[in-house]
């Protein structure tokens, strides 16, 4: 019980409000249960409106500043994603699931326009010009792939005095992330992964994270009661790490066999022996150091990072207060204890590398983990080319609150939902759970499926939501080009409404995407068939045709004049040749 | 024009009407003999891998090394539990895949076939791949008991091992899901059901955890038990419910891997030796196609495949220097190489007749055999709509030199033609009643013909439609009884079944001979339907199940040339003939040639209509049986004539 205040404690640290510092960063470390870590880093600059508007950028960076202004872009959250969250084992999401996106790539932006095809135009600008700048597929964010959410998001900043901002939103569930996305965001970043937390940002260990994401948020603020407003851009990577994963040296990556020496048997099996072993689990936690775990030394603070007041703190690490941390730095540090102990941070030096060792330690206490709002799952039943039916099972952990829920689908032209046959059912009760629909069918080939949720979940209730679908054929030259396991469809994006987070960020959970196999023929069969025939064609064709249409006539067989002289001459040309052969 | 009038005048011609038996049976000569030469070299071909992803044995396999010392723990844990409780055993196996750091759960299943309950537990755990997206994964399935009832003490064993090592791995594209199920057969289906939300909530439960779409399947099945044995050969398992098969790409990448990079030798269908001699390929063909034919389960593999999931299971055989680790080296690189898979196995061919471990014959070669075989249905059945058509009188031959006929020598040369079309008829004309001639005259033409070619003669189909169609549904009652029926009353209820469809057609054709005495046009009709839907029933089933059509079509061959003789003596030849023939019969025999107890047949056959799903029984029952019967019922007809 105490733990979990402690972390309540520790949530309103860490979301504490954005002062007015210009550049802020923050590396956040949890060990998770079954030997793993999560790495949450958090960066964070601010630019006023004034020189925003001016391009007269310091810690923003130019290019992705030009872009917002050039697409009209007024609040941006572009997420790119891989792997999944394990709730069970895991707890809740960091950051609330506020900063995390579906596999893939998701984009959502409240863009200025007047009107809704202006609006569109400039989202696409928007994806255009992302793609290029982060070296992912956003320009495949098409009219069929974004939709204009009603209830599932909120701006997160503060957008007065502006009218007509328009909320689109794109997903790429099939963009598989990796480190050229990586290089582009670290490049946005004031000390571009050359010094403080972002120089342990390792491609190599990034994706192999069981679980990471990657985000950015642009929003403006401005501060109550005055006019002067800033626009804030936050990025955001979240990782979890497998310890021993990580550990491993990358000169040495294969995980053979450890020798039988370094493995702990079980002695007390009655049939141990030199020949026999049970693995022996220690229940220890393991020893890391950060160099071990992210491949790199961490290169010091960042200089640029405001040295003053609350947010000089770094690097924070949340372990029972009995864990050993020792640091290993030859520069000036200085540690805080914060949250009853449960929260060690630390002031960076500038300059000199800086280091956590945490040695292998058997652990009487651990902290509790919160359980996420709600815990959810999301499946394809049946089999079979033609129909499907999708199956979200949402459960609300909590014994005592009801659960408000937006449910967001999103869902390709070519995967038709049956509308009715929705059915939404809650274990505990015969009252139908669903309050409110927002529903846009789609259009073949013009624009996706938009279906919108509003639910309540009771206290220990498990929601069921199925749905039937058809699959659409596609033309041929629908598919694409590359090899083809069927097609993804979007995670779907759950908001929860009550319990309120407390700040304008928002709760969200999101499953995990679908793998949708649609009849899919066999191209080389077409193309076989094509070059076959027209080999066929060309040679069979053209043969005949030639025979059929056109006369034969030796070169000197062509009558010179024409007339009566022309046609005696060619007789006697013909004669001639005639009698010279033989 | 002409050429049009020769061809309607051909149409005429007796001698076509001789043709069809001769075609048929030529078609079934051919059809059989087809069959027999795909064993050579020329008509089958050595097998491949097409799928260029799979890279089959590319890669090094570290599963070695203090791994063993873990694999004998584990076998030794698992011996522990061989006669504890179902609960506790899946309690401990839990255990295990905790302690493994995966995410695990149970299924209940409890199925009540015949009276007999078949209740057990699945085991399963998911490993998810740390850079899926949990769209997609594999399964490994270690069955508690095998085939022959053994407990897989070893292959359990070897999938917790596996589970254990495969955890600490990176790579992983797909997930990994450990299925430990409760018997060979109905705990994979009932997995698998529930996988695909297929299932029936009375008798099987949900999952409570699930993964991406399953990619393909391997099962172990090493009931060495807890001090190990050592085996000489793999037997790769592939044949499904229903007949379907394996990619073969999946099959070619498990031999390549077992045989090409760790030596192991592979057999297929129970030839435990292979001399690659025209004899043993012949013999492994035809084993494999009688399995096929069945359509049975023939491992935990085999209910995946409806599924559209590619399976096969790795049994061991014979007694060698090859250990578990070689078997889990395999198993490492088997999954590997489905690892790599970028698209759902669909390259390579999934109809096709295995000759051995690496020879194959192609579905485009093998099936024209089959069809034949129901084309000579058709064929017959066409002739005698042709003949049905045709008044019971005999045709005159005026040209014929008999001194019964009556028509004169000026009337012969008047239609020269005639003369010669009919000129065959002669034989049959022998001991029929003299046939009467009309004269017909065409301005100054004037013809002589027989009064048989110009009367118009009506097909009267309502009855023969009617007792075609009732005896095919009629097959719906054995149907009935023998998957509802208490697995006790079975080998009774088929003593009976067998007794009663052998004295069946002589009460039928008795109850007609006294009520409503068929005519010849009527046995014609009744024939030709019930062979025309054989034959469309046996070319329809052969694109599905070749073997099975396979093998109807050839025990149904004679139904293509009995007849109706109308002389008792032969007829009751025939109808013995046809006795022998019964489909009981032939199932009864099967069943002792291949070594099988009768009364289990039949339990796996309620089983399997009840869990696997399998069609093997429609076609017995609804197809074979009403097609005999009808058969038999006119040749019956015949003896009281």
Known sequence: MLSSLFFLLLNAFVAFVHASSDYHEQLLLRPLPQGTLLASFNFRSNESAASFEQQNFR???????????????????????VGRWDADNWGQRPW????????????WAWVEADTEDEAFARWLTLTNALS?????????????????????????????????????????????????????FIKLLPCKGKAGISSLLDGHKLFDASFQT?????????????????????QTVDMVLDIARSKRPRDNPIPRPLPIEQIECDTSKHYNADDTCYPLNKGTEPSWTLEEVFGRPLKGGCPLHEESGLETNTLCINTPPERTVEVNTTGQFTESKLVSDTLRCYQLPTGPDFDLVLPEQKMTTGLVRPDPPVFAARSINGHGQERGSTQSIIRNP??????????????????????????????????????????RPAVDRKRGTHLELRMVIPPSSTLTLTYDFEKAILRYTEYPPDANRGFDVAPAVIRILSPHSGDNKGIY?????????????????????????????????????????????????????????????????????????? | MALLASLLALRRDARI????????????????????????????????????????????????????????????????????????????????????????????????????TIANENVYAILQGPRADATEAIVLIGAWKNMADEVNNSGVALVLTLARYFKRWSLWSKDIIFLVSGDSTSGPQAWVDAYHDGHDERFVESLKIKSGALQGAVAVDYPAGPWGHRYDKLHVVYDGVNGQLPNLDLFNTAVQIASGQLGIGCVIQRMWTHDDSYKERLQTMLRGMISQGLGHATGPHSSFIPYHVDAVTLVTVGDGWHDEMSLGKTV?????????????????????????????????????????????FSIASIALWVKSGRPDEPVANPGSTQPGSKVTSKAASVDDNKTTEEKEDFNEKKHTKTPSTKVISDGKDIAIVPAALTTISERHLFFPLLFVLTTHFAGLIPLFLFNHWDEDELPGLYLTAANVTSIVPMGFAFIFYHTRPLKQQEVALIQCFSLLLLGMFLAALATLNFSLSFLVGVVTTPLAFVRRTNHMGLDLAQLAFLAVLNPLMVIQLGTKLLGGDLAEVLIKAAQGWHIWGLWTQVVVWLVWLPAWSVGSVVIASGVFY
């Open chain 1, 59 to 81: 810690y923003f960076p130019r290019p992705f500043g030009q872009i917002l202004q050039h697409a009209h872009a007024k609040e941006l959250h572009l997420r790119f994603s």
């Open chain 1, 96 to 107: 609330h699931g506020a900063r995390e996106g579906g596999t893939g790539v998701e984009l």
């Open chain 2, 17 to 116: 009407l001789k043709i069809p038996p001769y075609l048929s049976a030529f078609c079934i000569l051919v059809g059989i003999a087809w069959l027999l030469v795909l064993p050579l070299n020329e008509y089958s071909r050595k097998t491949y891998v097409s799928e260029n992803a799979l890279l089959p044995g590319q890669v090094h396999t570290y599963f070695d090394g203090s791994e063993h010392n873990v694999f004998r723990a584990y076998r030794h844990e698992v011996h522990g539990l061989i006669d504890q409780p179902v609960k506790e055993r899946s309690q401990r196996l839990e255990a295990i895949f905790r302690e493994q750091n995966l995410k695990f759960a149970t299924q209940k299943y409890n199925y009540t076939v015949s009276n007999r």
């Open chain 1, 398 to 439: 909590s014994t005592t609150e009801a659960v408000e829920i937006v449910y967001l689908e999103s869902l390709p032209w070519f995967m038709k939902p049956y509308l009715h046959t929705l059915r939404a059912h809650v274990d505990t009760s015969d009252e139908s759970p669903i309050k409110e629909t927002y529903y």
């Open chain 1, 214 to 234: 990657m985000a950015i948020d642009v929003r403006p603020t401005c501060e109550e009661g005055s006019s002067t407003c800033s626009l804030e851009m936050e």
């Open chain 2, 332 to 376: 490492e690189s088997l999954f590997r190489s489905l690892n790599n898979l970028l698209e759902h196995l669909h390259q390579s061919f999934f109809f096709y007749l295995l000759l051995q471990a690496n020879r194959f014959v192609s579905i485009g070669t093998y099936l024209p055999s089959a069809m034949l075989i129901a084309v000579s």
């Open chain 1, 509 to 582: 959970v999101r499953t995990t995407s679908l793998l949708l196999p649609l009849p899919t023929p066999d191209f080389s069969m077409p193309y076989n068939v094509i070059i076959l025939t027209s080999t066929v064609m060309a040679l069979g064709f053209g043969n005949i045709f030639n025979l059929l249409v056109r006369r034969f006539v030796g070169v000197d067989e062509v009558p010179a004049t024409g007339g009566l002289k022309g046609i005696l001459m060619g007789k006697i040309h013909r004669l001639r040749a005639i009698l010279g052969r033989a």
């Open chain 1, 132 to 184: 290029g700048l982060f070296c992912a597929s956003l320009n495949f964010i098409d009219a069929t792939k974004t939709i204009r959410p009603v209830m599932a998001f909120s701006p997160e900043g503060s957008h007065g005095n502006t009218s007509n901002l328009h909320l689109l939103h794109g997903t790429l569930p099939h963009e598989v992330v990796c480190t050229e996305n990586l290089t582009p």
